[in-house]
């Protein structure tokens, strides 16, 4: 994507399209959404004077939301060349945004609830050089299910049309309106939301989230709320502390876990209503969503491998969640493709994105003995700082009615569990390497396996601490330009890491085994 103000010389085949005219309903919509607050505010300053509002100052407001939003549409165009996509803005400053057609990496549709309403789509278009995207807000559905299929079509034979040929395409009204679309090829249907899978909401702990925002707005603001004032507080306590204790801890516990529970099923279905993962014309598409309905497009070229992730809570119920490993799209490079879901549809769908059955189930080999005593020491240590944190509070504060026991039960507690964690971790710990992909897992709350093309690896980075190097292990790092651009093998014997990362990629270290 670049930013083109008079130094590229391009054709000029066609003229340049609008957006959609229903856009003239949508932006003053959203302007006068945005200058909602301020001018809210604004006004009852004005009202406060003894001279009261002036008689013009709501039509100026609606006006200028109006002009706001009416400004978009008059200064906003954008056509198809024969080798770009092009994207002109501005009024007094015309700025023209190109996108060369064979280097097009996503095309991802959004609409709101505003958007549908108005049968109206925003279209994002990436090169996966930058975050920087050429956007289309608003055209229509058709047009913008047509201009997606168009230049992920294009983007794969990105060769100049023929002289006299189409270039038109049709928005479902029967007009001809811009480059010319051939049907594209059916989707395939990887998988599908099922409702059974809300079973899985409550053991995402994702939507904490909006619980603490929920806490800390209360906490901002409840003092000016007339319920929230100490006389009420004080006698609510009393009211509470009338009852046995035990009885206020349970009756708290229950409200906490429905509460929960309604949180996290309500996001749950508002961010993956009518979930569908397709693959089609060389990319992998999901939908998803009920207000704001999202379709992300990931090429599958740029797709190195997956992750499937396992929280404790969701391996407790044998659930996990899916995402991919590609380069220039996502966040990181990573775009979670399935919600949390029983674990086999993950594996399945890993299976498929892959092209290569098993390496989600594959057996590991372990990295020894030696791997296993660091995983334990480790654990152990992080309890032992725990404990010494809990003696601040008794040296510091002077708080007596702590005493010692506190550090003396985080010990007595902490350890058992610490090894419980370590030894699971250390089961997971370890890799698998093929002729085409190298698999990886790790653990520590969460437990990962991540699937990684060999060709996808670019260097290795070897590093061994002050206590590894004692113990003849090392941290292997493949590393990558797709997810976070990194894939750790934690506590390797060192020989078996060199040789890992030289059977990998052959010819890489060759001054190391020479």
Not at 303 to 323: H, I, N, Q
Not at 457 to 471: K, Y
Request: with cysteine; glycine share 10%.
């Amino acid at each position: 994507m670049s930013d083109d103000r008079g130094r590229q010389q391009v054709e000029e085949p066609e003229e340049w399209q609008r957006l959609d005219p229903r856009n003239l309903l949508l932006d003053p919509v959203k302007a006068l959404g945005q200058f909602l607050v301020p001018a809210v505010i604004a006004l009852v300053g004005l009202s406060a004077r003894n001279d009261g509002l002036p008689w013009w100052s709501l039509p100026v407001v609606v006006l200028g939301a109006i002009a706001f939003g009416v400004l978009p549409w008059l200064t906003t165009g954008w056509r198809i060349t024969d080798t770009q996509f092009q994207k002109r803005t501005g009024l007094l400053n015309r700025t023209t945004s190109t996108a060369p057609l064979d280097r097009v990496r996503s095309v991802d549709l959004e609409a709101s609830l505003l958007h549908r309403v108005l049968g109206l789509a925003k279209v994002q278009i990436g090169t996966g050089v930058d975050d920087d995207r050429i956007t289309l807000d608003a055209v229509s559905r058709e047009r913008a299910a047509g201009l997606r299929a168009h230049l992920l079509a294009r983007r794969q034979v990105a060769v100049p049309a023929p002289a006299g040929a189409p270039h038109e395409l049709d928005d479902g009204s029967g007009e001809a309106n811009g480059p010319a679309v051939s049907a594209p090829a059916p989707e395939t249907l990887l998988a599908a939301v099922d409702w059974s899978w809300l079973r899985f909401a409550p053991f995402s702990l994702g939507r904490l989230v909006l619980l603490a925002g929920l806490v800390g707005l209360l906490g901002q603001f409840g003092e000016d709320l007339p319920f929230l004032d100490e006389e009420h507080l004080t006698d609510g306590w009393r009211w509470v502390t009338s009852f046995a204790v035990w009885l206020v801890a349970a009756v708290v516990l229950v409200a906490g876990l429905v509460l929960w529970v309604l949180v996290a099923v309500t996001g749950y279905v508002v961010q993956w209503w009518d979930m569908r993962l397709t693959r089609g014309q060389g990319s992998l598409h999901l939908t998803a969503g009920l207000f704001t309905t999202r379709s992300i497009s990931v090429e599958e070229t740029r797709v190195r491998g997956v992750e499937l992730r396992e929280p404790v809570l969701l391996r407790l119920v044998g659930g996990g969640e899916l995402s991919t490993l590609a380069t220039g799209v996502g966040s990181e490079g990573v775009t979670r493709i399935l919600p949390p879901c029983p674990r086999p549809v993950c594996v399945g769908v890993g299976d498929d994105v892959l092209g290569a059955p098993g390496r989600l189930t594959t057996d590991l080999t372990p990295h020894g003995p030696l791997a296993r005593r660091r995983s334990h020491v480790r654990q152990a240590l992080t309890v032992l700082d725990l404990a010494l944190l809990s003696v601040l509070p008794v040296v510091l504060l002077d708080v007596a009615w702590l005493g010692w026991w506190l550090p003396v039960a985080v010990v007595v507690v902490g350890l058992p569990l610490a090894a419980v964690v370590a030894e699971a971790s250390y089961r997971h710990l370890g890799h698998a390497l093929d002729p085409t992909h190298l698999t990886v897992g790790h653990a520590q709350v969460a437990r990962l396996r991540t699937v990684l093309e060999t060709d996808g690896i670019i260097g290795w980075v070897l590093t061994e601490s002050w206590f590894q190097r004692r113990l003849g292990l090392a941290d292997l790092v493949a590393t990558t330009a797709a997810g976070a651009e990194k894939v750790l093998l934690r506590d390797v014997p060192r020989d078996r890491a060199i040789a890992l990362a030289d059977t990998a990629t052959p010819g890489v270290l060759t001054a190391w085994t020479a």
